[in-house]
């Protein structure tokens, strides 16, 4: 069953607009950057992102989101807590993130 991946950062204020940017790149490229072990292929299913822009008022100081897409959940699993690609980007939002908030599901799951 395939896993919904949704990530959710809200930036330092402090942070300049191009490192902003870069992040931003750097967590989408993952989608190519992180190989399976074993097919040694790239196994994110999609991914996409962008600046937050909605009219509503209610994201808490989310500024930017994410969905990233995984075949199953043990390719969820080995990208949260094993790929080398995945954790190397984690490393360095290191001082940039105020927040940051992640949640997962299986479409129609309850």
């Not at 809200?10 to 989408?28: H, N, P, T, W, Y």
């Not at 080398?84 to 993130?97: C, E, M």
Request: net charge negative; hydrophobic share 40%.
């Amino acid at each position: 069953m395939s896993i919904t991946h949704i990530v959710l950062f809200q930036f330092k204020s402090d942070v300049a607009a191009e490192v902003i940017e870069d992040a931003c790149g750097r967590m989408l490229v993952l989608k190519d950057n992180c190989v399976h072990p074993t097919s040694q292929k790239p196994y994110i299913k999609s991914a996409s992102g962008g600046k937050d822009n909605s009219p509503e008022g209610i994201q808490n100081g989310i500024t930017h989101a994410f969905v990233v897409e995984f075949t199953s959940a043990a390719d969820r699993d080995y990208y949260v807590h094993s790929d080398p690609s995945h954790l190397a980007f984690v490393k360095t939002l290191d001082g940039l993130l105020e927040k940051a908030q992640v949640i997962d599901f299986s479409g129609g799951v309850f």
